[in-house]
């Protein structure tokens, strides 16, 4: 009151009214007013308070917040009430406050993670997990440095009775429970009622996901994640067939799945049946795949219908009542676990290579698919495809002199570098004395001939893939011809070979004396510069 008689005493008089005191940053006692010298507890929570403090000046707010976090980080662990809102401020939109509420939770309690009190700020970092994305990762941040301190009231948030928690805020907690090494056994009935009631494919996803790393063999979880195989996300699809290589030992009743997945849309899809194909290659799957190859891709009903015959020791009691299908159903209507096959004739391509990418992963030769390869080599445009196939037969030593090598050889003039250098790895484990072969002898003076005809590129990449073992052969060619175009495409080679000095200056000393073309000249210059440097 006296000060405001003051002012209204200055106003009246024409005095210019008195400054106000600047504002110091109120601070209650640090010790007991009675003498205890304990620390009183509304000290504390007198600071907490004031690290949410408003002001209408932003710099004088952000001084108050600041001056809180120092006072707090004074207190050190007598202020381990404060842990909960240090935590809840690691979610805050300015970094500079992020970065000073984890220094004072570091100064309060270097395991602040394993802090009892820690825990009471689970309920809001859960919640926040459903956020938007910034908020939602800087949740998830500090929850996995909580590590395994929060496996235990993460898996309560996963269990049955939460069904009616945000899909969203459960992947999330499925991810960081994966990233903080949670144990199979605590999560396995976490995932079987994800499995069985959830619809969500960013839930599915992150289930599927916890399986692919975690997952053991376990047939009743691999039936549940079977039923996902055909969701119409296709990562679902795709983790679900990962999943279930990891579920599965026993294989044949879950064949039908991945085998209908090859000619999926999404590469993702068709990979996984890939992986879980050639990891589970039996007779049965062998069958398949050989038809595939046979036909091209392409099956008639009646192949189809063959092939069904062959597998009918599928459909037993058990797998007939829990898909509800018998075989006369499968084999008159053509679906087999929903197989679709027109739509797999419609995708014949992608079929096709997916059996071939079987046949590349899961190893070993197969003598008796070399003809209908060569045909599939010969006639497609996929250099994917075309290198699958050259690893395959290049694995094949059965007549190797009479046909692998011949094939091996061809490859190497294939327009695709992956190719030529698939050819060359087959060659090389082969033997590394390859090039001597009579039949790489003669390749080798082929391309060299074909330097100056249509083919003149094709034969210069198969010569650079076979690198400086071509090179004594391109020198005594470069001497012997006469044509012009051969003895220029022969120094470009040399000059991309980088030959070793003592082998070529010389031939290149004569050449120059005896040549008169000016481009030649050139070439032989350039060649002779590099390799005097």
């Keep these: 009151m006296p000060k405001l008689l003051t002012r209204i005493k200055d106003l009246f008089s024409g005095n210019k009214p008195s400054a106000p005191e600047k504002q110091g940053i109120p601070r209650p006692p640090k010790t007991d007013p009675h003498g205890s010298g304990n620390l009183p507890a509304y000290t504390v929570q007198f600071f907490i308070d004031r690290l949410s403090y408003v002001h209408q000046d932003p710099a004088y707010q952000s001084q108050i917040r600041v001056k809180s976090y120092q006072e707090l980080q004074e207190l050190g662990t ?7 809102e240090l935590i809840r401020k690691q979610l805050s939109n300015y970094p500079e406050e992020r970065g000073l509420a984890k220094v004072t939770l570091e100064k309060i309690d ?76 605590e999560l396995k009935a976490s995932l079987s009622g994800i499995l069985t009631s959830s619809k969500s494919a960013n839930l599915l ?15 009743e979880m691999a039936t549940l994640v079977l039923e996902h195989t055909r969701h119409p996300d296709s990562t679902v699809r795709g983790n679900s067939l990962s999943a279930l290589n990891k579920l599965v030992i026993e294989s044949e009743k879950f064949l039908p799945a991945p085998l209908n997945s090859l000619s999926d849309g999404e590469k993702q899809v068709r990979h996984a049946a890939i992986e879980f194909l050639s990891g589970h290659y039996n007779s049965t799957v062998a069958d398949f795949v050989h038809e595939v190859v046979h036909k091209k891709g392409v099956i008639a009903e009646s192949d189809w219908n063959a092939i069904l015959e062959q597998v009918n020791f599928w459909i037993g009691g058990k797998t007939l009542q829990a898909h509800q299908f018998n075989y006369d159903q499968l084999k008159n209507n053509l679906s087999w676990y929903n197989l679709d096959l027109l739509k797999m004739q419609a995708k014949s391509h992608l079929l096709l290579e997916s059996a071939i990418s079987i046949l590349c992963k899961k190893g070993g030769s197969e003598p008796g698919l070399k003809d209908a390869l060569v045909q599939i080599y010969d006639s497609s445009k996929s250099a994917n495809v075309q290198q699958m196939i050259v690893s395959i037969i290049g694995r094949t030593e059965e007549n190797w002199e009479a046909e692998t090598l011949p094939f091996l050889l061809r490859s190497l003039s294939n327009n695709e570098k992956s190719v030529r ?42 010569l650079l893939s076979i690198g400086q073992d071509s090179i004594p052969v391109l020198l005594s060619s470069l001497e012997q011809t006469e044509k012009r175009l051969i003895q220029q495409n022969i120094l470009e080679l040399l000059n991309n070979l980088k030959p070793e000095r003592e082998l070529t200056l010389n031939t290149l000393y004569r050449l120059r004396e005896n040549c008169q073309n000016t481009h030649t000249l050139s070439l032989i210059g350039e060649l002779i510069k590099k390799m005097g440097s």
């Design 421 to 462: 250098d698939e050819a060359i790895r087959a060659l090389q484990n082969h033997s590394t004395h390859w090039v001597g072969h009579p039949s790489s002898v003669s390749a080798v003076q082929t391309w060299i001939n074909s330097l100056d005809t249509a083919h003149c590129d094709s034969a210069k990449a198969a």
């Design 110 to 185: 270097p395991a602040w993670y394993a802090n009892e009190m820690s825990q009471r700020a689970l309920p809001f970092l859960v919640k926040s997990l459903g956020s938007e994305q910034r908020t939602a990762l800087l949740s998830m941040q500090v929850l996995q440095q909580m590590g395994a301190h929060v496996h235990k009231p993460l898996l309560e948030v996963l269990s049955s009775d939460k069904k009616h928690e945000d899909p969203f805020v459960l992947a999330n907690v499925l991810s960081i429970l994966c990233k903080t090494n949670v144990s199979w056994p």
């Design 205 to 219: 996803t992150a289930a599927t996901a916890a399986i692919m790393q975690f997952g053991e063999p376990n047939e």
């Design 78 to 84: 007598s202020a381990q009430v404060a842990i909960p």
